[in-house]
């Protein structure tokens, strides 16, 4: 194995050697196998390709300090792949056979879990796709779904780092499309506007809510949130919004362990200054600081352009450390490897 300089890790594909394939052919799935084969070889009439049928997940396992290794509320996962995989007509792939063959995965490939005290964990891709002969626009008649892994460090510059981001012209959901799964569509969309943001020097774009443009939906990557000075946790609600597991667990964490007021509701565009500090949620991103946001109106900053506010490293204290190990987890959270 390569050695791997842990602590400079970006989010990257790294091959690691093994992941988990299992196909769904005449109404049933096949006992899933781990291959060392990282090419999928399927049909050119594949729905995959030609009309979108397909949907993803992402989560992490964690290295804690005694060496065991953490998945972070992998049935979340489970559940919002079938909800993803319901929506464009695919088979559904059963909790515990998902979360399997994530532990699997993740043991087959312990070696690139990274240290506990590098900050790098390995982030888990599970796939779900529609293969097979088909031309007409129609559900597929067989899926593969396959689950592979590899080592990452910070999704944004720096991590707990504070970074700009801009709204976006463009939407990466309809009203009542699919932005609420988590299908490749959506992040097709979301490339073009993507890009333009990142050659502007910006992290990434907030997305408004399709139909009205007037309020903050989310990151083309991960939720949004925003603290008040009344110590308020408050993040965006809408069918259009893809429901984050980090936007939930620091739902929970800020009114449990953080004495806060936990809110979901509109965020208007224009009433930005309720907010003393924002910040992007998710696995890849988990917690990622907002310090200014081009709205098209002007530059607003939250917290600071360059300062993580104490709210914000408050939140990522505890999510983090629930995640590594380091603090105690709410029942239910952490599956063990
Ligand atoms: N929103 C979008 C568009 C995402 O791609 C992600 C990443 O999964 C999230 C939000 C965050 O969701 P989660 O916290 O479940 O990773
Ligand atoms: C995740 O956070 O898992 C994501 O899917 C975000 C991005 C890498 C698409």
Redesign the pocket.
């Known amino acids: 194995m390569e050695k791997i300089d842990w602590k400079n890790l970006g989010f990257n594909y790294i091959k690691t050697p093994y992941r988990y394939l299992a196909e769904y052919k005449d109404g049933e799935w096949s006992k899933g196998t781990l291959t060392e084969d990282n090419v999928l070889h399927i049909h050119e009439g594949s729905t995959a390709l030609h009309y979108g049928q397909q949907c993803f997940?992402?989560?992490k396992a964690y290295r804690c300090e005694d060496d065991s290794i953490n998945l972070f509320r992998p049935y979340?996962?489970a559940k919002?792949l079938n909800r993803s995989a319901e929506r464009l007509r695919m088979p559904l792939v059963p909790e515990e056979m998902f979360v399997e063959a994530v532990k699997e995965v993740v043991k087959a490939n312990e070696g690139f879990v990274p240290p506990h005290d590098s900050g790098a964990t390995l982030y888990i891709r599970p796939l779900l796709i529609g293969v097979g002969p088909n031309i007409g626009v129609s559900p597929a008649p067989e899926y593969v779904f396959t689950v592979f892994c590899m080592p990452v460090g910070p999704y944004f510059k720096g991590g707990l780092t504070a970074t700009n981001f801009i709204v976006s012209e463009f939407d990466?959901a309809a009203p009542m499309g699919t932005g609420a799964v988590?299908v490749g569509g959506?992040?097709a969309a979301?490339l073009q506007p993507g890009k333009e943001a990142q050659e502007r020097n910006y992290s990434d774009c907030v997305y408004l809510d399709p139909a009205t443009h007037t309020k903050i939906e989310?990151?083309?990557?991960?939720?949004f949130f925003g603290i008040t000075a009344d110590n308020q946790f408050v993040t965006p609600v809408s069918p259009s919004?893809?429901?984050?597991?980090?936007?939930y667990?620091l739902l929970y964490l800020a009114e449990k362990r953080l004495g806060m007021t936990a809110v979901e509701g509109d965020v208007y565009l224009d009433q930005l200054d309720q907010f003393t500090e924002a910040g992007a949620?998710?696995?890849?991103?988990v917690i990622s600081p907002i310090g200014g946001l081009e709205t098209g109106n002007g530059f607003h900053v939250f917290y600071s352009e360059t300062e993580v506010g104490p709210v914000t490293t408050r939140l990522y204290n505890e999510l983090v450390g629930i995640q590594f190990g380091d603090v105690e987890a709410p029942e239910g959270w952490i599956e063990k490897i």
Request: proline content about 3%; glycine content about 10%; aromatic content about 4%.
């Open positions: 997940e992402g989560l979340e996962n919002r990466r988590k959506n992040y979301s989310e990151v083309g990557s991960a939720n919004i893809l429901p984050s597991i980090t936007k667990s949620c998710g696995t890849a991103a």
